[in-house]
């Protein structure tokens, strides 16, 4: 019974083990991102608050939600996989549940709830902030990161001059600004515990011109295209 058990376990293993072993040999360099730096808040926000349940918004295919699960938390994660992934989506590192945030049928409350380089593409985006900021618990945390400049919103920043990619991609990216974060307090009784400004292109918005990297961290007055933003609801 052991060896069958054994042999079983080695058939079912050889396939993930053999996308990860061409992922890892088909490796090629593009750009650098701006995930050390999200994902870094996120981590830090975690350590802080250390929230029992969490709720990953549009996770994709990253492995967000298992690492977040490896610090002890119950993580659940959606995304919009008929409407956003036409072609269909699979994420190897977690099971991801398809919930659109802006009309969703998700019932349980969560302490924290996570939307990482997401809400860029929601074009009912105050809909979206809406229904996350509802389902947390009293003092539980809403975490957002997107293209940000403090002063204007942007409809699609591939769209601008100088922008060095994304045109022609099939979903626009947004850019905030302080006018729509003040709308989404309005929401629910919330506040900002923390609000982070990075600067990643030498342009003044997410993409224009050229990649700052190492990425600089900078104040509100000072060039940023990226926003790192903590809500703590009420």
């Known amino acids: 019974m052991n060896i069958i058990k054994q042999l079983a376990k080695k058939v079912l293993n050889y396939y993930p083990s053999m996308a990860t072993k061409k ?5 090629k360099f593009t750009r650098f991102n701006e995930r050390p730096v999200e994902f870094g808040f996120v981590f830090n926000k975690m350590s802080e608050y250390y929230p029992k349940k969490i709720l990953d918004v549009g996770t994709g295919t990253t492995a967000l939600p298992h690492l977040m699960q ?4 119950e993580v659940t994660a959606i995304d919009n996989i008929k409407d956003y992934w036409p072609g269909g989506m699979v994420n190897r590192h977690f099971h991801i549940i398809d919930q659109d945030i802006t009309n ?4 349980e409350k969560f302490n924290m709830v996570t939307c990482i380089s997401v809400l860029e593409h929601i074009e009912r985006f105050d809909d979206a902030v809406k229904n996350m900021m509802n389902l947390l618990q009293p003092g539980g945390i809403l975490i957002i990161t997107c293209p940000y400049s403090e002063n ?3 409809k699609n920043v591939y769209d601008l001059p100088g922008s060095s990619y994304g045109k022609g991609n099939a979903f626009i990216t947004q850019s905030y600004c302080r ?3 003040n709308k989404w307090l309005s929401f629910r009784q919330s506040a900002i515990v923390e609000q982070q400004f990075w600067q990643f292109w030498d342009g003044e918005h997410w993409t224009v011109g050229n990649q700052v990297i190492p990425p600089v961290k900078a104040t509100a007055t000072q060039k940023h295209q990226i926003t790192c933003l903590a809500i703590q609801v009420k």
């Open 179 to 181: 006018e729509n974060i």
């Open 152 to 154: 204007g919103y942007i």
């Open 23 to 27: 992922e890892y040999q088909q490796q």
């Open 104 to 107: 969703h049928t998700i019932a």
């Open 70 to 73: 490896n610090c002890g938390a």
